[in-house]
């Protein structure tokens, strides 16, 4: 009898234990534990056993990343006529399930959990320094491909070649959408002599 109740006692510590580990995810994040057992990643609950291991919250909500080219700096188009414009980019972590190895898990959220750390995942002053290069090159890439009319009446296009130019190869994140804000062509006064485009 005695046995009994010892063992009674020692499961339900056990369970209140096991309940005080737990932690609930909200949706719109991930949570990643380090420490004992490796870097494991779960977008609904997970267990952290505190001292051996540590959870890090991810916030995995759509981020904006605003791109201006203007003056000096617009584009220029396949008839060499230089256009001023803001774009707007929706960046956000990946939290699609992925196969590697024979592995399927969050594995894009690892790669940015390990390059970049959770805390600072979605800041806009880091996802600026990694990406805006990148998309610069594409807007410019794309707008060569088209001339200013046709990117100023029919943008659809101009928006799908933006897309296709920056790829899927975003070290973690994906690029969940393209908005064109403001498209004009640049001012005659605001046009660079020393170019010979502009010239």
Same mark, same amino acid.
């Given at each position: 009898?005695?046995?009994l109740?010892?063992?009674?006692?020692? *499961?339900?510590?056990?369970?209140?234990?096991?309940?005080m580990? $737990?932690?609930? $995810?909200?949706?719109?994040?991930?949570?990643?534990?380090?420490?004992?057992?490796?870097?494991?990643?779960?977008?609904?609950?997970?267990?952290?056993?505190?001292?051996?291991?540590?959870?890090?919250?991810?916030?995995?909500?759509?981020?904006?990343?605003e791109?201006?080219?203007?003056?000096?700096?617009g584009?220029?188009?396949?008839?060499?006529?230089?256009?001023?414009?803001?774009?707007?980019?929706?960046?956000?972590?990946n939290?699609?399930?992925?196969?590697?190895d024979?592995? /399927?898990?969050?594995?894009? $959220?690892?790669?940015?959990?390990?390059?970049?750390?959770?805390?600072?995942?979605?800041?806009?002053?880091?996802?600026?320094?990694?990406?805006?290069?990148?998309?610069?090159?594409?807007?410019?890439?794309?707008?060569?491909? *088209?001339?200013?009319?046709?990117? #100023? /009446?029919?943008? *659809?296009?101009?928006?799908?070649?933006? $897309?296709? /130019?920056?790829?899927?190869?975003?070290?973690?994140?994906?690029?969940?959408?393209?908005?064109?804000? #403001?498209?004009?062509?640049?001012?005659?006064e605001? #046009?660079?002599?020393?170019?010979?485009?502009?010239?």
């Amino acid at each position: 009898m005695l046995i009994l109740i010892v063992f009674g006692a020692l *499961m339900f510590f056990a369970i209140i234990c096991l309940f005080m580990f $737990i932690k609930k $995810i909200k949706p719109g994040e991930a949570g990643v534990r380090t420490g004992f057992g490796g870097i494991k990643v779960e977008k609904d609950w997970i267990l952290c056993v505190p001292i051996l291991q540590q959870l890090q919250i991810m916030d995995l909500s759509v981020k904006k990343l605003e791109v201006v080219r203007k003056g000096k700096d617009g584009l220029i188009c396949q008839d060499n006529i230089r256009a001023d414009i803001e774009v707007v980019f929706y960046v956000r972590v990946n939290d699609e399930k992925s196969e590697v190895d024979g592995r /399927t898990g969050y594995h894009d $959220i690892k790669t940015v959990a390990t390059k970049v750390g959770c805390e600072r995942a979605s800041e806009i002053e880091l996802l600026r320094q990694l990406f805006e290069a990148k998309f610069s090159e594409a807007l410019k890439s794309a707008a060569k491909l *088209m001339d200013f009319e046709k990117l #100023y /009446t029919d943008r *659809m296009p101009f928006r799908q070649v933006i $897309i296709d /130019t920056v790829g899927s190869d975003l070290n973690g994140y994906i690029l969940e959408d393209v908005t064109i804000d #403001y498209l004009e062509q640049t001012p005659k006064e605001n #046009y660079d002599p020393s170019n010979v485009l502009d010239a």
